[in-house]
């Protein structure tokens, strides 16, 4: 991975970030659709976010991925508490393109308009106490290709502006993804990625166009941390207990899947070898399977936080490994 197995770089724009980020979605605590589903994972405690967060740093991860939506942007709120005067040391990713109410802790809809990205980039920047975003990024999986290319010209002019340094889509779509990778300071396409969910498409388009493969469920939303057991519910506040449609593997009221949960236990024996947790064997696949890919697992505690940075010393699996994981699966 990289000079060394604990960096990679961000695409064609040159920048190193440690293979291992860290993703930014949970620490942003509880947040809701208007009519009260649950967007976060959960209640969080900010001062533990803080030491997790100051943790991850000291454990060499470089890289932080979050979201203006993200708790309404609480979760760039805490993340430059916890960066501090440590902020030039890391890259920082964020993404644009949901509306939220702040005071209410409601999401608000979406504007796909060259205007309001700028706006939401300003507003960006004051919450994450900063003058540049390493990574910014469109949050609209699904946005209009023809509106896309505005953003990704306006992106082209944050860059000039020097208020990023460069951008990608977060999108499971390969063919909106080679829209933005058109630009000249695309480097990533965020994607959906983990052993349980393959992307081959995705990341041909990232080797073809020089862009970094920035996973997100890495861990398949906890499914493969190895901690939840079938027919368990989680807390109100968590998005898996009432999971919308994108979110498979979980079911309303009940917990993880059966059947994907079958799925990871069969894995388990390989993804544990040498001494890896199971989430580490995870992310060992992912580093496996591509010289590209930056998994970006979620956190909420510092030992999250020492387990997922652990991953790093342990490094990718072997080839032949990750051909017995296609074998297990039935791939």
Not at 194 to 212: G, I, M, R, T, Y
Request: charged share 25%; net charge negative; hydrophobic share 40%.
């Amino acid at each position: 991975m990289g000079t060394n197995d604990h960096t990679r770089t961000l695409g064609r724009s040159g920048i190193e970030v440690s293979a291992l980020g860290f993703g930014c979605w949970a620490i942003g605590g509880e947040w809701r659709t208007a009519d009260g589903q649950p967007l976060g994972w959960g209640k969080v405690d900010d001062e533990e976010s803080v030491r997790a967060v100051r943790r991850a740093l000291d454990l060499g991860v470089t890289f932080f991925d979050t979201a203006d939506a993200y708790g309404t942007g609480h979760s760039e709120r805490i993340l430059a508490r916890a960066l501090g005067k440590r902020r030039a040391d890391v890259v920082v990713a964020t993404k644009w393109g949901n509306l939220f109410d702040e005071e209410r802790r409601t999401a608000d809809g979406q504007d796909d308009s060259p205007a309001h990205a700028r706006r939401a980039l300003t507003a960006s920047l004051r919450r994450l106490d900063t003058d540049y975003v390493d990574l910014y990024q469109l949050h609209i999986s699904d946005a209009d290709v023809g509106r896309a290319a505005e953003l990704r010209d306006i992106c082209e002019d944050f860059v000039r502006e020097g208020l990023i340094r460069a951008y990608g889509w977060s999108t499971d779509d390969p063919g909106r993804a080679a829209v933005f990778a058109v630009g000249p300071h695309c480097t990533a396409v965020q994607h959906r990625l983990n052993v349980l969910q393959d992307a081959p498409e995705l990341l041909a388009l990232c080797a073809e166009s020089d862009l970094a493969s920035i996973n997100r469920s890495p861990l398949a939303m906890g499914l493969l941390t190895g901690r939840h057991t079938a027919g368990r519910a989680f807390e109100a506040g968590d998005i898996r207990n009432a999971p919308p449609a994108w979110l498979p593997g979980f079911s309303r009221g009940t917990g993880a899947d059966a059947e994907w949960l079958g799925r990871v236990e069969a894995l388990r024996d390989l993804l544990t070898d040498n001494g890896r947790t199971l989430a580490q064997g995870a992310l060992a696949w992912l580093w496996a399977r591509s010289p590209r890919t930056i998994p970006i697992p979620g956190f909420r505690s510092v030992a999250q936080a020492e387990e997922n940075a652990g991953a790093l010393a342990k490094g990718p699996l072997t080839a032949a490994q990750l051909t017995e994981a296609d074998r297990i699966l039935g791939r």
